[in-house]
């Protein structure tokens, strides 16, 4: 068996960046940049004043000083003139500064009468005038390497950006295959269970920022999963979840072997996850999940995610690991690399005593995967290890 580590790479070569595409700036949360955009103008894009007051050449800024009013400037609607000695212009915050004029004097340090001004006796030091291009220049360049969120949107719109080139969003065709299998909601035959890993997996690749396609449950014939293959033609990514391990009923592999799959690797060394298989079928990457609950969710993160990141354009790489101490021992691994449900608490991460790959309740429970290392030996409260964070989005 491989290492997960060599499954990965083997799934990260199955994938590539998609091609871009123009997206609005209005739909473009959560998409991934495929160039860098360039600022069209300046902002501010002329001396803005940052506060509502009086704009006046910075000699003039006198204590006591009488000076005459000769126009006003507020935003959008900005005073055609130039500010002489002597004189100075209503103002408004977000205004243009006019010619002549390098500073503002807030409203509370004026008396006002008529069309003149009189400066208190305290002026603060603040110029109250936000310099042309302080935020960015014209030209600047942003890009971004994440999905983009609310400020990289604030930027790119203020960068006078209406629309973006950004990756693809991938297609992700998820087969659950199962005779047992019904639908939430349907009335299930007593041998039967409901399909619930394909809602998990279509949130977490819709949350990391791909498009899931749903297919009708295959059952345990090559009938019924061919055609489900069928269906999945055109997607990005094909996942099949279940029918992967070595019973007479699971028949992923060799339905996909007689359609002339390409095979990268089946089985790998961790748990859960063992019966993990990855290759290329009609024209397109595919990876079979175990299909117990939380071996295909595990793997969802651990290998879907990371393919999905790859294809938007994220780069070739793993699940983010962090570090964080243990709050309770955990016993020696066995030789495979062991995703451990856990809490994550201001002590560190405690495994859940039941990590039965079955076990979703536990699964929604957790908080961490620690990542436990083939073969590592009994480890202590206090220990560092390294886990993956799940987030209750994913
Ligand atoms: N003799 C052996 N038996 C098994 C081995 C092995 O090495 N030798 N590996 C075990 C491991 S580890 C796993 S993981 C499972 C995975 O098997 P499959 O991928 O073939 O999955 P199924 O048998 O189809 O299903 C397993 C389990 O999960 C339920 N299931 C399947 N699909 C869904 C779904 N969409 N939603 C919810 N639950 C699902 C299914 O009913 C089964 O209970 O094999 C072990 N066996
Ligand atoms: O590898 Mo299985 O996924 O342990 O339960």
Redesign the pocket.
């Known amino acids: 068996m491989i290492s997960v580590e060599e499954a990965l790479d083997g799934i990260l070569a199955l994938v590539a960046p998609l091609d871009p595409e123009d997206v609005p700036l209005a739909e473009a949360r959560g998409r991934v940049l495929s160039a860098p955009v360039r600022a069209a103008r300046a902002q501010p894009p002329f001396p803005s004043s940052a506060m509502d007051g009086y704009a006046l050449a910075a000699g003039d800024a006198r204590p006591g000083a009488r000076l005459r009013v000769i126009g006003q400037s507020a935003a959008g609607h900005g005073f055609d003139g130039t500010v002489g000695p002597g004189e100075a212009v209503r103002i408004f915050t977000g205004a243009p500064v006019p010619p002549g004029a390098d500073r503002v004097v807030i409203q509370e340090d004026v008396a006002a009468e008529g069309d003149t001004v009189t400066l208190g006796e305290t002026l603060d030091d603040n110029l109250y005038v936000r310099p042309e291009g302080g935020d960015f220049r014209a030209g600047d360049e942003v890009f971004p390497r994440r999905r983009l969120g609310a400020a990289d949107l604030t930027l790119l719109a203020a960068m006078n950006t209406g629309t973006i080139r950004a990756a693809r969003q991938p297609e992700v065709a998820l087969i ?3 005779d ?2 019904a639908m939430p909601g349907e009335a299930p035959r007593p041998d039967q ?6 809602f998990g997996l279509k949130a977490m690749i819709e949350a990391a920022g791909g498009r899931a396609r749903l297919l009708p449950i295959a059952r345990d014939n090559a009938a019924s999963l061919t055609k489900a293959f069928d269906f999945a033609r055109g997607a990005d990514l094909v996942v099949t ?7 007479d009923h ?1 028949i992923v592999d060799r339905v996909a072997a007689a359609r002339g799959m390409e095979r990268a690797f089946y089985k790998i060394a961790m748990r ?4 993990l298989m990855a290759g290329r079928l009609d024209g397109a990457p595919m990876i079979g999940l ?4 939380v ?1 295909s969710m595990v793997c969802g993160h651990v290998f879907v995610l990371p393919a999905l990141r790859a294809m938007l354009g994220l780069g070739a790489a793993p699940a983010p690991r962090a570090r964080a101490p243990l709050a309770a021992p955990v016993a020696a691994n066995g030789p495979r690399e062991h995703y451990m449900r856990a809490t994550l608490g201001p002590e560190g991460l405690s495994a859940f005593d039941r990590q039965d ?2 076990l979703m309740s536990v699964f929604a429970a957790a908080q961490a995967l620690i990542v436990r290392p083939p073969h590592d030996g009994p480890r202590d409260a206090g220990d560092t290890v390294e886990y993956l964070s799940l987030s209750p989005e994913a």
């Open positions: 659950a295959t199962g047992e299998l269970i409901i399909a619930s890993n394909t979840i279940g029918g992967a391990s070595v019973g699971d859960p996850g063992k019966p175990p299909g117990n609950p071996s790959s079955s």
